[in-house]
């Protein structure tokens, strides 16, 4: 018996190194989400198996993307240190000016889209300009945007919802969220869309230097300045990226549903900050993970559409959603003082 | 003479109606290490400010190696070859040791659209940096900022310093804070930077840090110059120490 017993020296090694790998992952920002979102899957799969329904989970990728889009490039700019809440009237002003400019007869949808696309970027350059030139915090320039143009969009239409398709099969609608099967699964092109943009935004900011230049000006803006790096430009230009993306996730969904309500997108720029955040990204800046986002989407999404599933009032929805962020935080905030402390 | 390095000529700085700088007249040859002393207040930091290109002097001129400049940021400063070593080094702690080192300088590959920080590059000039100012065998250069000690950011300051060759860094009180083992590694570099062709201002509270390793001693009260010339071979501790509180007029040597 003493034989086969791996002698104590060598177990406490053995138990050293694995402590130190399980402390190392848990130590990572994104491991609290991760377990989260296993057990949000475990719990929901156990009390109803049509949870993973091929339906359902086509069914609730096809919205998760659109919000997720956002939360991508909100993401970077909160990792830069400000948040821009002005994205959700942005979803929902940009197809409407599309769908306007379209049925006007005034340009091809193509066009419309493009102009869409730019009038959001310039809606994003006027909110980067006044945080960093006029040194107004982004709370209060986002949020005097988000009034003007949810305003804008409900002035322009009366606050009736624009007429979406005059014309079939046209390809823009094809590329953005044309839809088709794999086997049994109704898969709709934005979430290709969605995965290219978390590629991309993922590499440039763990891998180029752009990204080191987005963690400098959220974590010491006087040292990143110091070092040569224009941290006003890096938050301008991460402002127009939001504020194109949420008219892109808007433009995508308006086409999917057939419908470009000047009111849709309320509220969704809380839903993305807490996504954001509930993926590890810090709200003061200076530390952000796109991976972290990714969990943090399917956590807010899967929780909504579960618990319908489940059998529990949907109107109870934002009690869970409110306990998740307190409870994320709780963590982030006890993993991030153990780290310092752990010197 | 060999042509000074930096000139600086009757520098006026206005805070408001506090004149913090009074008509400052500063050269520095080349590989020259000038240590600036003064009591708090005396003008040193804004001096090294404006030479830093954090501040702006309301008069005066700068010159660099003869030509007059206009600095009016610390990146104009840094690309003039001038490197500021701050008390609190500007560091991020949230980014690695690499990172902060290469932070605004990246080298990068791969192809242009793409290209992304060529990590394992960084990672190995870091650790190799850190060997020379003496903590590379501990810390591997991916550790975060937040988990050095004051002495080891300090280091870090310093290796970036010599990493970019700098050719005039300036230290504002580096060795505060500092262990014994660490404050002498600062010295030590002092020292190897003359040798290396650096020149440095050394700015420090404690006069004995000074003493050790300068050329020259500058003295600074209340915004003027009042002592430029003094040779810490031939002064004693307590002859500067009477010329910073003003004890006496001039300087004896």
């Known amino acids: ?343 | 003479m060999a042509e000074d390095l930096v000139r600086m000529e009757r520098i006026n700085k206005f805070f408001g109606r506090v004149q913090a700088l009074d008509g400052v007249n500063f050269s520095l040859a080349r590989q020259e290490i000038v240590g600036l002393l003064g009591d708090n207040g005396a003008g040193k930091s804004t001096l090294i400010k404006v030479l830093s290109g954090a501040l702006q002097a309301t008069s005066g001129d700068i010159f660099m190696r003869g030509q007059k400049v206009d600095m009016r940021s610390t990146s104009d400063a840094i690309a003039l070859g001038i490197e500021t070593i701050y008390q609190d080094s500007a560091l991020v702690t949230q980014l690695s040791i690499a990172r902060n080192l290469f932070l605004g300088r990246e080298p990068i590959k791969g192809p242009p659209i793409f290209s992304r920080m060529d990590t394992l590059l960084m990672e190995r000039v870091a650790g190799d940096l850190l060997k020379r100012v003496g903590i590379g065998k501990t810390i591997p250069a991916s550790t975060p900022i937040s988990s050095l000690s004051g002495g080891e950011r300090q280091a870090v300051a310093i290796a970036r310093a010599m990493h970019f060759d700098s050719e005039l860094i300036i230290l504002d009180e580096p060795t505060n804070n500092l262990g014994v083992a660490e404050t002498h590694g600062v010295l030590q570099f002092v020292r190897n930077a003359r040798d290396s062709g650096h020149s440095c201002i050394f700015i420090a509270h404690n006069i004995h840090h000074v003493f050790q390793v300068v050329d020259r001693i500058v003295v600074m009260r209340r915004g003027r110059v009042v002592a430029d010339d003094i040779d810490p071979k031939t002064t004693s501790v307590a002859d500067v120490e009477n010329v910073i509180t003003g004890d006496i007029a001039g300087v004896a040597h």
């Open chain 1, 1 to 343: 018996m003493a034989d086969a017993a791996p002698s104590p020296n060598e177990l406490d090694q053995a138990r050293a190194q694995k402590g130190s790998f399980l402390r190392n992952a848990i130590a990572a920002p994104e491991f609290g989400p991760f377990v989260l979102f296993v057990l949000e899957l475990a719990v929901f799969y156990a009390i109803n198996p049509a949870f993973l329904s091929v339906l359902n989970i086509s069914n609730t990728l096809t919205f998760t993307v659109e919000l997720g889009l956002i939360a991508l490039a909100m993401t970077l700019l909160m990792t830069a240190g400000e948040f821009d809440l002005s994205v959700g009237s942005l979803f929902g002003f940009a197809p409407v000016l599309m769908w306007t400019l379209y049925n006007g007869g005034i340009m091809s949808l193509s066009v419309a889209f493009v102009v869409s696309l730019v009038v959001a970027a310039l809606i994003g350059l006027v909110n980067g300009l006044f945080v960093t030139r006029l040194k107004i915090p982004s709370f209060l320039v986002t949020l005097g945007m988000l009034l003007v143009v949810r305003g804008t969009a409900l002035f322009v239409t009366d606050g009736f919802p624009q007429r979406t398709w005059s014309a079939g099969g046209q390809w823009l609608a094809n590329i953005l969220v044309g839809d088709f099967y794999v086997g049994p699964f109704r898969v709709y092109a934005s979430i290709f869309w969605f995965a290219a943009a978390a590629i991309l935004l993922g590499y440039v900011l763990t891998q180029s230097k752009y990204g080191n230049w987005i963690q400098a000006t959220g974590g010491n803006p006087v040292a990143a300045r110091a070092r040569g790096v224009d941290v006003n430009r890096v938050k301008v230009i991460l402002f127009v990226l939001t504020a194109v993306m949420s008219a892109f996730a808007g433009v995508i969904s308006s086409i999917r549903t057939s419908a470009a309500n000047p009111n849709s997108g309320s509220g969704y720029e809380l839903e993305v900050i807490a996504m954001v955040v509930i993926g590890g990204t810090a709200l003061t800046g200076g530390r952000g993970t796109i991976l972290g986002t990714v969990l943090g989407i399917f956590i807010l999404r899967v929780m909504r559409n579960g618990i319908v599933l489940i059998g529990v009032p949907g109107l109870a929805y934002n009690i869970f959603i409110g306990a998740i962020i307190l409870g994320m935080m709780a963590l982030h905030s006890w993993l991030e003082r153990r780290h310092q402390a752990g010197t």
